[in-house]
């Protein structure tokens, strides 16, 4: 194999391991995902581009937006319905102690 063609493979895996950890961060982030369905999404993506060849990008698309559709295909709504209301609660309650540490001064 020629030194081209190792670096433009190298350049390859590099940018697919990129697309991956980044579509792996964004579906964590996603509510009411949890290992499980990261795992299984993982496998899915991995399965797909192993039996077809495919660079992630040009079978997913965008990471940040097969993130979400994986998540919404993979979450039942009302453990995402129930996430969204719990970070919801969290945030509030985090505003709610910033303003009171500001005007308190501590």
């Given at each position: 194999?020629?030194?081209k063609?190792r670096?433009?493979?190298?350049?390859?895996?590099?940018?697919?391991?990129?697309?991956?950890?980044?579509?792996?961060v964004?579906?964590?982030?996603?509510p009411?995902?949890?290992?499980?369905?990261v795992?299984?999404?993982?496998?899915?993506?991995?399965?797909?581009?192993?039996?077809?060849?495919?660079?992630?990008?040009?079978?997913?698309?965008?990471?940040d937006?097969?993130?979400?559709?994986?998540a919404?295909?993979?979450?039942?709504?009302d453990?995402a319905?129930?996430?969204?209301?719990?970070?919801?609660a969290?945030?509030?309650?985090?505003?709610?102690?910033?303003?009171?540490?500001?005007?308190?001064?501590?």
């Amino acid at each position: 194999m020629a030194k081209k063609d190792r670096t433009m493979d190298a350049a390859r895996e590099e940018d697919r391991e990129k697309w991956m950890a980044r579509f792996q961060v964004r579906l964590a982030m996603q509510p009411g995902v949890d290992r499980a369905v990261v795992l299984q999404a993982v496998k899915d993506v991995t399965a797909h581009c192993a039996e077809t060849g495919e660079h992630p990008r040009a079978a997913f698309g965008d990471p940040d937006a097969y993130a979400v559709q994986a998540a919404e295909r993979l979450v039942p709504a009302d453990r995402a319905a129930r996430a969204r209301r719990q970070d919801g609660a969290v945030d509030a309650l985090g505003s709610v102690l910033k303003r009171v540490r500001d005007a308190t001064g501590l």
